[in-house]
């Protein structure tokens, strides 16, 4: 069975910063395709953060250009979203998705969520 399993929310002050981490596991899993990070404030809609795909593409929100990063590691797992220069409008639920396929099919997951709260 597939696991993934996010990490390092947090409360911090603005222009603080934090490193979120999202681990997909499972011996059926065959590749993955895609890994994102996602955020949901209350009362909103859920919005891409960034993202990157199995060749290394990324992409980024306008609102966090500049301050925000995605990356992975080697055996491609495992997926980080660097945060710098927080803001309180960062707040929100963090949720990992990834796209893989699995032995059974291709499948499209995603976290339990993180708290991320940025406040004075």
């Known amino acids: 069975q597939v696991q993934l399993v996010e990490s390092g929310g947090g409360l911090v002050q603005p222009g603080e910063s934090l490193r979120l981490s999202c681990a997909a596991s499972?011996?059926?899993?065959?590749?993955?395709?895609?890994m994102g990070w996602y955020r949901q404030a209350p009362g909103k809609q859920r919005e891409l953060v960034a993202d990157i795909t199995s060749g290394g593409n990324t992409n980024y929100a306008d609102s966090v250009k500049g301050r925000f990063t995605i990356s992975r590691d080697n055996a491609k797992t495992t997926v980080y979203l660097q945060m710098n220069n927080l803001k309180p409008e960062d707040t929100a639920v963090y949720y990992c998705?990834?796209?893989?396929?699995?032995?059974?099919?291709?499948?499209?997951?995603w976290g339990q969520g993180t708290q991320v709260t940025v406040s004075s």
């Open positions: 499972g011996r059926s899993i065959v590749s993955i395709y895609y």
């Open positions: 998705n990834t796209r893989l396929l699995e032995v059974t099919g291709m499948r499209n997951l």
